[in-house]
């Protein structure tokens, strides 16, 4: 829906005013979650801010994506945990916890920050 909005031209106030109508009518499906991403290639492109001076990765690590929740429900975004909470744009309803590991997927020991 999103990409159909962006190819139409849409601002970005449109296409958030358009999921906040479309979800209030509940066009848009329940999220369900279970949904996982692993992250742990060394050869993955994300954006420059995720590579070092010496151009290495920075973090290897696994994606979980639930309905919208609270970091502090699930002890995320605090110094002492291994977890961290993204909360999706306002339009979104999902969540997106991002756990460090601690291997590349060729087994080489990652930074864990």
């Known amino acids: 829906m999103r990409t159909e909005m962006v190819l139409a031209g849409l601002s ?22 279970g949904g996982m991403a692993y992250m742990m290639s060394k050869q993955a492109y994300l954006t420059d801010a995720g590579i070092t001076q010496d ?3 920075s973090l290897a690590h696994v ?24 909360q999706q744009a306002p339009e979104s309803p999902t969540t997106v916890f991002i756990v460090a590991v601690g291997k590349w997927s060729d087994g080489t020991p990652a930074p864990i920050p």
């Open 12 to 33: 970005k106030e449109q296409m958030i005013d358009k999921l906040k109508a479309s979800k209030a009518k509940g066009e848009i499906p329940r999220f369900e979650p």
């Open 55 to 57: 151009g290495a990765h």
């Open 63 to 86: 994606m979980f994506f639930i309905p919208s929740t609270d970091a502090e429900s699930w002890g995320a975004n605090s110094p002492q945990s291994p977890i961290a909470l993204l």
